[in-house]
């Protein structure tokens, strides 16, 4: 047998198991090109399988072991039917949830199917929900297990499978790989059962509940005055960020109108990612038409919040902070309340947390990369990443939570308005005491995953001596682990110096990305001497960016 009769006999193989007509008939087509010659699309749907890992599944839409689709869901979730069984949990409940992207609702419907197929019991989510719904609903109802069904900020073409145990948080290792070889042993999709019926679709009482529960993350009698425009990216998340807010007593938020309803196809922005280039050009459109305090933003899936103040020195007028200018904020805000517990975030996030946590004499950690690490974090009260994660009532949702992240973020606002103060103002204090925490990032998209794997080696192989005029002085390859971290696919270098310049380069565990963050710290006087802080951790930032991309060859 040839190389192409084999590969059209895996074809046919999968498109005689595949339950979905669309699907169905892509495959058909790509078969009927590949005998006519042309099989280098057929090739590359059936190069391998996605790969679970601990972010779950993600990748595009499309037919083939490859690509997600319904034949790759029912795979995954009979994995971790399996997985569950070995646990113990036959029986046990997986409460399952999904965005508004294309297919999300039936990859959820497959995946209760399996479930009860496999005797365990499911419970859909009655409708598209923010994930920190789902993250929340695992713990009230004694879930075993959890499934989000979302591809979060990826394009349009995107879907993905979150997966969550008992505990509320996601997946790690090794149950990562366990699930991976239970989802491997699946040889054929007749083999698992999905009876018509059987599972339980909820109503609104789970989300009843988390939305009460949203008003514990507030004081009691905090002011609520901060006036806000929020847009949903598309996304599942006004329905929720709005009755909350109608809750906790803010003045409802201006919606940006093109953005507010879920749409699968984001037809206003070209990635549906707050941070993206674009992205929140209409809601500072909408902000300069009615001068709110703030604008918030979600992610499609809700669990990130993006923020945005009035600065009259940038074009347009207003000014998104960075993730980690939210981080300390809300850290601030905390302290400030006299809480208690951990602080928390991730080796990529800004060292400014750890500052202000030795400054209260509340407990710090650092763990790796995402929220399956932070959540897991022993006694954590407050846990935070760069890429506009928050996580602000870990009793409640163990994963970064959009619609609390925002509740809060709003209750500081107006706190500060009244004491007539701003969030920028609060930054330029947390600057004076602690130094100017400064961070950037140099963020490399590629078609071709080759580029990532061909830069990481080439800074293994040649590691910089000296980035932006500074000395390297560690170079950490942290594939090795180190006392405090189990290893990852990432880079640690240390620069000598008052600035504590750190660079970390990794791969994106989500996106076809290589992702590289950039932090200086400036000491600063007094305000007077913010401006020349300023302009100096803008240099060093821009040098570092230079040099780093020189060095991996980008």
């Not at 979060?152 to 790690?172: A, E, F, T």
């Not at 103040?309 to 905390?334: I, N, Q, S, T, Y």
Request: glycine letters at 10%; proline letters at 6%.
């Amino acid at each position: 047998m040839t190389q192409d009769d084999d590969l059209l006999t895996r074809a046919q193989a999968w498109l005689d198991e595949d339950p979905d007509q669309e699907t169905r008939e892509e495959l058909a087509r790509l078969i009927e090109a590949g005998r006519a010659g042309t099989a280098d699309e057929l090739a590359v749907r059936f190069a391998g399988t996605l790969q679970f890992g601990t972010a779950g599944l993600r990748g595009e839409l499309g037919a083939g072991p490859m690509r997600m689709n319904r034949s790759v869901v029912i795979r995954a979730a009979a994995g971790l039917a399996a997985y569950l069984k070995g646990k113990g949990q036959e029986g046990g409940l997986v409460v399952i949830g999904y965005d508004a992207r294309h297919k999300s609702a039936d990859f959820a419907r497959d995946t209760a199917a399996v479930m009860t197929g496999a005797g365990l019991r499911a419970a859909l989510l009655p409708r598209p929900l923010p994930t920190p719904v789902l993250a929340y609903a695992i713990r009230h109802l004694g879930a075993v297990a959890g499934v989000e069904v979302t591809a979060s900020h990826n394009p349009p073409r995107d879907n993905g499978y979150k997966v969550y145990l008992g505990d509320g948080s996601q997946i790690v290792p090794p149950a990562d790989a366990e699930i991976a070889a239970e989802i491997a042993a699946v040889r054929s999709l007749h083999d698992v059962p999905r009876p018509e019926d059987g599972w339980e679709t909820l109503g609104d009482e789970v989300l009843d509940a988390y939305l009460e529960r949203t008003d514990a993350v507030l004081t009691p009698g905090s002011p609520r005055t901060a006036r806000t425009v929020y847009t949903a990216m598309h996304g599942v998340g006004k329905d929720v960020l709005t009755a909350a807010f109608a809750r906790a007593g803010f003045p409802p938020p201006a919606l940006v109108a093109e953005q507010a309803d879920p749409d699968p196809d984001f037809p206003t922005v070209a990635f549906p990612n707050p941070e993206e280039p674009g992205a929140m050009d209409l809601a500072f459109e909408a902000a300069r038409a009615v001068a709110p305090d703030l604008v918030i933003a979600n992610d499609p899936d809700a669990d990130r919040c993006a923020v945005a103040v009035p600065d009259p020195a940038v074009e347009g007028g207003w000014r998104m902070l960075r993730g980690d200018e939210v981080g300390a904020l809300l850290a601030a805000h905390l302290v400030r309340r006299g809480v208690t517990g951990v602080f928390a975030e991730s080796i990529v996030s800004s060292s400014l947390l750890g500052r202000i946590a030795e400054a209260a004499g509340v407990g710090y950690e650092e763990t790796l990369t995402g929220f399956k690490w932070i959540a897991r974090v022993e006694g954590l009260r407050y846990g935070y990443e760069e890429a506009l994660g928050y996580c602000v009532d870990p009793e409640g949702v163990r994963d970064k939570d959009g619609i609390t992240a925002a509740l809060l973020v709003t209750e500081l606002a107006s706190v500060l308005k009244e004491e007539g103060r701003s969030l920028t103002d609060l930054l330029d204090v947390l600057a004076v005491e602690h130094g100017l925490h400064a961070t950037d990032q140099l963020s490399v998209r590629v078609e071709d995953l080759g580029i990532i794997a061909n830069a990481m080696a080439a800074l293994r192989e040649r590691p910089p001596v000296a980035l932006a005029g500074l000395t390297v002085v560690s170079a950490e390859d942290l594939t090795k682990g180190t006392e405090a971290l189990p290893p990852t696919d990432g880079l640690r270098y240390h620069l000598e110096g008052d600035y504590r310049a750190r660079v970390i380069v990794r791969p994106s565990g989500t996106e076809p990305k290589l992702k590289c963050y950039l932090e200086v710290v400036v000491p600063v006087a007094g305000a007077d001497a913010l401006p020349t802080a300023r302009a100096t951790a803008a240099e060093l930032l821009g040098a570092l960016k230079r040099d780093l991309a020189e060095a991996a060859g980008l």
